[in-house]
C-alpha cells in the first residue's frame, strides 16, 4: 500500500522532473523530442500522485480494496 | 511545456462547461456555470480513492495513465507539427483506452459501456476518409506542411469541405453528450466509466478535457491554417458551441443507427475522394 510519504515523494520528484525536462527543452539544453517523451511518461505520475496527495487525508493514503 | 499542457487541460475543461452550459440554454434550462468541469475534476482529486474488489488492478490503475499520457503525446505532436497520421493513431488507440476503463472494473455497468464501445467502433470511419482527402489535396500528412499549403493556398476548410464534415463527425462522437456518445449513456449510469472515481475520475477528467482540446485545436490547424493563437482559440470555441448546439438538438443514437450513420458519410466522402483521385 502506498503510504503519504511516498506518495509525496513521487509528486514532488515528477514535479521537479517536469520543469527540469521543461526549463532545459526551452534554453536548448535538452532536445524538444526527448523533453517531450519524457513529459508524456511523467504526466501521469504527476497528475495520479498529486490526486492521491489532495486525498490522502482521508485514508493517510491507502488506495483501500472495497467489494460492492 | 508542462506549462502547456496544464494551460490545455485547463481550456479544454472550461471549454466542456461552455458546452455544457450551451446545451442547457438552448433546452430552456440554467446550466451549470461554465467552470462547472473544472471544479468537478478538482472534487474528484480530492474525494476518496479505492479500486473495486472484482477489478484487474493494473488494468483499472494503467488506463488511467494511459490515458493522460496518450492526449499529452498528442498535444506534443501537434505543437510540434508533426504527422496526421501519428495523431489519429493516438486518437484510435483511445478507444482501446475506453475498452479497457469499461472492461477493467468487473461491473456489468461498465462492461456494457465497454461493449456499446466496441460495437461503436465505426465512429473511426469518417477519419479514414479525412485523412485520405486532406493528402489528396495537398500531398502531405505533416501538420507543418499542411499550414504551410494553406500559406499559399488558403484555407483547406472549402477545397476539402467533406473532410472538415468527417472531422467534425468524428469530433461529434467523442464529445460528452453527443448523438453518437450511448457508450456514457446515463441508463447505465456514466457508461464505461461509471466505476472510475475519486483520483482515477478526476485524472481522467483532465485527460478528456485535454482531448477535446487537442482535437479542436487539430481541426483549427488542418482547416483554417496558421492564424495565431488567439484567432485559434476564438475559432477553438466556436467550434465547441456549434458542436454543443448539435448536442442539444439531437437524440443520442443507438450503436446500429451510429454506425449506420457514420459508414453513410464515409461512403459519401469515399466516393467524393475517388472522383477528385480519378475523374478531377
Given at each position: 500500500m502506498m503510504k503519504r510519504l511516498s506518495i509525496q515523494l513521487f509528486a514532488i520528484i515528477s514535479g521537479v522532473i517536469l520543469v527540469t525536462t521543461s526549463a532545459g527543452a526551452h534554453l536548448g539544453i535538452i532536445a524538444p523530442s526527448l523533453s517531450a517523451v519524457i513529459t508524456i511518461l511523467i504526466v501521469p505520475v504527476l497528475l495520479i500522485s498529486v490526486g492521491l496527495l489532495f486525498a490522502a487525508r482521508l485514508t493517510d493514503g491507502d488506495i483501500p480494496f472495497m467489494g460492492y | 511545456m508542462i506549462e502547456y499542457i496544464l494551460a490545455a487541460i485547463f481550456a479544454g475543461l472550461l471549454l466542456h462547461g461552455i458546452h455544457r452550459k450551451v446545451i442547457a440554454r438552448v433546452q430552456g434550462r440554467p446550466g451549470p456555470p461554465i467552470w462547472q468541469e473544472i471544479l468537478h475534476t478538482?472534487?474528484?482529486?480530492?474525494?476518496?480513492?479505492?479500486?473495486?474488489?472484482?477489478?484487474?488492478?493494473?488494468?483499472?490503475?494503467?488506463?488511467?495513465?494511459?490515458?493522460?499520457?496518450?492526449?499529452?503525446a498528442a498535444f506534443a505532436l501537434l505543437m510540434a507539427?508533426?504527422?496526421?497520421?501519428?495523431?489519429?493513431?493516438?486518437?484510435?488507440?483511445?478507444?482501446?483506452?475506453?475498452?479497457?476503463?469499461?472492461?477493467?472494473?468487473?461491473?456489468?455497468?461498465?462492461?456494457?459501456?465497454?461493449?456499446?464501445?466496441?460495437?461503436?467502433?465505426?465512429?473511426?470511419?469518417?477519419?479514414?476518409?479525412?485523412?485520405?482527402?486532406?493528402?489528396?489535396?495537398?500531398?502531405?500528412?505533416?501538420?507543418?506542411?499542411?499550414?504551410?499549403?494553406?500559406?499559399?493556398?488558403?484555407p483547406l476548410l472549402l477545397p476539402a469541405l467533406p473532410a472538415a464534415i468527417a472531422l467534425y463527425m468524428v469530433i461529434l462522437s467523442k464529445i460528452h453528450y453527443g448523438p453518437f456518445s450511448i457508450v456514457e449513456a446515463k441508463e447505465l449510469v456514466s457508461g464505461y466509466w461509471t466505476e472510475h472515481f475519486g483520483v482515477w475520475r478526476g485524472v481522467m477528467n483532465a485527460a478528456f478535457g485535454l482531448k477535446t482540446f487537442v482535437l479542436l485545436y487539430a481541426f483549427v490547424m488542418i482547416f483554417i491554417g496558421p492564424v495565431g493563437v488567439p484567432v485559434a482559440l476564438l475559432l477553438v470555441l466556436l467550434l465547441m458551441v456549434s458542436l454543443s448546439f448539435v448536442c442539444a438538438a439531437t437524440p443520442m443514437l443507438a450503436p446500429y443507427d451510429s454506425v449506420t450513420v457514420q459508414t453513410i458519410t464515409t461512403a459519401m466522402i469515399a466516393g467524393y475522394i475517388i472522383y477528385l483521385g480519378v475523374f478531377a
Open positions: - | 478538482l472534487k474528484f482529486l480530492a474525494k476518496e480513492t479505492w479500486i473495486p474488489k472484482t477489478a484487474s488492478q493494473g488494468v483499472y490503475v494503467g488506463v488511467v495513465a494511459i490515458s493522460i499520457g496518450l492526449w499529452v507539427g508533426e504527422s496526421l497520421l501519428l495523431l489519429f493513431a493516438l486518437y484510435v488507440l483511445h478507444k482501446i483506452v475506453e475498452h479497457g476503463i469499461g472492461l477493467a472494473s468487473g461491473s456489468p455497468y461498465t462492461k456494457f459501456g465497454a461493449i456499446r464501445s466496441v460495437v461503436s467502433a465505426a465512429s473511426e470511419l469518417p477519419l479514414l476518409s479525412s485523412v485520405a482527402l486532406i493528402y489528396l489535396i495537398t500531398g502531405s500528412l505533416m501538420i507543418r506542411d499542411i499550414e504551410a499549403y494553406q500559406v499559399i493556398n488558403g
